[in-house]
Every structure is written in structure tokens, then in C-alpha cells.
């Protein structure tokens, strides 16, 4: 019993270590700086109490990334969501080309956000203008140059990002459904809807908890997409939390501040991801 404890702290000693100094240290100093007047340049710092997070409820900037953020999030994550599942649904039935389908379906996840962003940026700009002047639809014409068009265009992309990456958590929970109740129930006469309500929606459950924590955390967090596809234009409107904070910290300077703003964005993301969890697993089926 000795040796499997010293074995068993030995293997996790490197992780702790590292997650210690890259992320729980650092944490303890963000707390401390989102109380004083750092500013990213000077050494000596101030301790000015609570009135970075007072300044972060007058800056209107901030609360319209908040509500833009948010309302990308509940889009981008029901959509995620519907289009992995749907394609899980697809790719599991037998047929001869279900593997190469599955990999085209997998690979934009495999490709970076910024240059993602930049693609998407071109597709948007070029690609639609040039559709939208030869085939006369002008709302293919300005694609990014107004919010409504940027908070779709953004959609778009995470969409085609991440469904793919869902898709494969989808199909893991699909595999795990024994034949025997699928088989049992096509005996019985159940329909795909039957099926679909009773049988696969129930036992899936865990796997919809898991996608459903992996899209909201990402949407809440991107950054890079939304610096490369619309840099926050126009007029910060598509600005999200992330860049938000970003642009707080290295732009103006307010390194404080924008710490402030870190930690009421951790604050806020963790409570919607334990709550989340919370419903998701209360109706999860064990087999």
C-alpha cells in the first residue's frame, strides 16, 4: 500500500506542479491586481479597492459585450448542437463511405481560429459580394459590415468549427446504446420518432451534458475568431467579452481593470456551466 501511494503521488506531482504555476498561481495574482491601479508598465502598485469592478458597471462597452456575447452563445450553442447530433444520426447508419464522412465532417476543427476567422472574413467579403453582384441578392452584399451580419457571420463559422467535434462525442454516446433495445424495439413496432423520443434522447443524456458544457464554454470564450472575422467592427458592436477584455488590458492599458473584468467573467461562466451540469445530469438514465 506504501508503494502504490508514493507511485500514485509520483505520477500526479508533474501535473499538480504544472497546473499549480500555469493556472492556480496566477489565478491568486489576478484576484490581487483586479484591486489596484496596475496598468501593465509600472513596477509600484496602488491598492484602490473595489473601484475597478465599480468603473466596470458604467462601461457601456463591456455590458454590450456581455448581452452580445450571451446572445451568441445560446445561437451558436443550440445550432452546435442540433447540426453534431444530426450528423452523428447520419454517420452511424451503415454505409460505405460513413468513415470518410466522418473525418470531412471532423476536419475544420482541426484548423486554427485566427485562420479560420481570416477565411471565413474572405468567404463573407468576397465570396458573397461577388455571388450577390452576379445574382443580384443584396443581402449577400456588405456581410460583416453590420452587427446583425457579423453576429450570424460569427455563428456561421463556430457552427461549422465545432459541429464536427460534437459529432464525435455524439456518435460515442450512440454506439453505447445496446442493439439489443433497438432491435427489441423495431419488433414492437416503434418508429424512428419512437425511437428517437424513448429510447436514444433518454440514453444519450450523458452525452448531451457533455456537448452541451464543451459549446457553452466555448462560445462564452471565444477570442481569436472574433479578433480575425470582425476585429469587434462595426463600431465595437460585434465586440465580444474575451476581446473585450483584451482590448482593456493591452489597447488602454488597464491592466486592472481588465482583470476585474477576468474575474467577474470567470465568476459568470462558471455559474452557467455548474447550473448546466447541474439540470443536464438530474435527467440522465443509467442502463
Request: aromatic share 16%; with cysteine; proline share 2%.
Amino acid at each position: 500500500m506504501r508503494h502504490s501511494k508514493v507511485a500514485f503521488y509520483g505520477f500526479i506531482a508533474p501535473c499538480f506542479i504544472a497546473f499549480t504555476v500555469t493556472v492556480i498561481i496566477p489565478f491568486i495574482f489576478g484576484i490581487y491586481y483586479s484591486f489596484t491601479d496596475w496598468n501593465g508598465i509600472k513596477s509600484d502598485v496602488s491598492l484602490i479597492g473595489f473601484s475597478n469592478y465599480a468603473e466596470i458597471f458604467n462601461d457601456k462597452d463591456f455590458g454590450s459585450s456581455f448581452l452580445f456575447t450571451f446572445l451568441f452563445a445560446v445561437a451558436s450553442v443550440l445550432l452546435i448542437n442540433i447540426i453534431g447530433f444530426s450528423l452523428a444520426i447520419i454517420v452511424t447508419r451503415k454505409f460505405k463511405s460513413q468513415n470518410v464522412l466522418r473525418t470531412i465532417f471532423f476536419m475544420p476543427n482541426l484548423i486554427g481560429g485566427l485562420i479560420l476567422g481570416f477565411i471565413w472574413q474572405f468567404i463573407f467579403v468576397k465570396v458573397f459580394n461577388m455571388i450577390g453582384d452576379a445574382t443580384g441578392a443584396k443581402w449577400l452584399l456588405g456581410w460583416l459590415s453590420t452587427t446583425e451580419t457579423g453576429f450570424w457571420g460569427l455563428v456561421i463559422l463556430m457552427c461549422w468549427q465545432m459541429s464536427g467535434y460534437i459529432m464525435i462525442i455524439y456518435i460515442a454516446a450512440l454506439q453505447n446504446i445496446p442493439t439489443e433495445l433497438i432491435e427489441a424495439s423495431k419488433i414492437d413496432g416503434a418508429n424512428f420518432k419512437n425511437r428517437m423520443k424513448h429510447i436514444i434522447f433518454p440514453l444519450i443524456r450523458p452525452g448531451f451534458t457533455v456537448c452541451l458544457f464543451l459549446t457553452l464554454s466555448n462560445a462564452f470564450k471565444l477570442y481569436d475568431q472574433n479578433l480575425s472575422l470582425t476585429g469587434g467592427a462595426p463600431r465595437n458592436s460585434t465586440q465580444m467579452l474575451a476581446l473585450n477584455i483584451y482590448n482593456t488590458a493591452f489597447k488602454f492599458n488597464k491592466m486592472g481593470q481588465a482583470q476585474a473584468k477576468a474575474i467577474i467573467f470567470f465568476i459568470v461562466i462558471a455559474l452557467i456551466s455548474l447550473i448546466q451540469v447541474y439540470f443536464s445530469k438530474k435527467g440522465e438514465v443509467e442502463m
